[in-house]
């Protein structure tokens, strides 16, 4: 089995699963012949490895205890018989999947929380090895807003957390609502943000601000029809 260097920051860690990813989905698709012919059900335990040279390997899983980086799934050959083949290559595609994840939050561990849910957004935006296998369209999610999301934008609320009195965050997709407030600090602690806080936008200046910070709670914001920060109210109040 091939053995990589520890990649340390989150680029480096996508490319690192990217790689192995572009690995298992050829083991699966383009080199599916010579991968089904080496899971001979007779050989021991065997695995699917993907590499972060891009390419694959059919091998017996490491024998250090524990092993360096986390394992595939084990004995994939001893089900290939039994299975219809086509089965067989969407259960290998799903554990496949699963074991990239691991490898790459194994390398994530040192992460802080905002860097792990940037790396988790870049894999979520390529289609899982189970869907290029099974050849099914990944499906872009939307913001979590239910059906009768343009009645319920009047509540100035966005699945994630952040408030706004237009419905500017609550239309835009998911993948520009990440870019938009991936890197968004609070306008009066500069802190950076975090999905499980609340938060609140000025619409004079649109900057965005902690409610702990500004004295605004969930509730509060629900009755304001324009807010305006603190240092903008005080612009104002001077003109």
Not at 26 to 46: I, M
Not at 113 to 139: A, C
Not at 171 to 190: F, I, P, Q, R, V
Not at 203 to 212: A, L
């Amino acid at each position: 089995m091939e053995m990589a260097s520890n990649p340390r920051t989150v680029e480096d860690i996508f490319k690192d699963y990217s790689s192995r990813r572009a690995g298992l989905v050829r083991a699966l698709t383009s080199d599916v012949d010579e991968f089904y012919s080496l899971c001979d059900p007779d050989k021991e335990n065997l695995c699917l490895y993907g590499h972060s040279s891009e390419k694959w390997e059919v091998s017996l899983p490491a024998e250090e205890v524990p092993p360096e980086l986390p394992e595939p799934a084990l004995g994939i050959n001893f089900a290939r018989d039994g299975m219809n083949r086509k089965d067989w290559l969407s259960l290998v595609a799903v554990h496949s999947d699963s074991w990239l994840l691991s490898v790459a939050f194994y390398f994530g561990a040192r992460l802080n929380r905002n860097e792990r849910k940037r790396l988790f957004s870049m894999i979520n935006d390529l289609p899982t090895v189970f869907e290029v296998v099974t050849e099914r369209k990944p499906v872009k999610d939307k913001p979590s807003v239910d059906s009768g999301s343009k009645s319920r934008s009047s509540t100035k609320r966005s699945s994630d957390g952040l408030v706004k009195s237009n419905h500017k965050v609550l239309d835009e997709s998911y993948e520009e609502e990440e870019d938009e407030h991936g890197e968004t600090l609070c306008g009066s602690c500069a802190g950076n943000y975090s999905a499980d806080e609340f938060w609140i936008g000025c619409d004079i200046c649109e900057r965005w601000f902690h409610g702990k910070c500004v004295k605004i709670t969930p509730a509060k914001a629900e009755s304001i029809k324009q807010y305006k920060c603190p240092s903008c109210s005080l612009k104002r109040g001077r003109q």
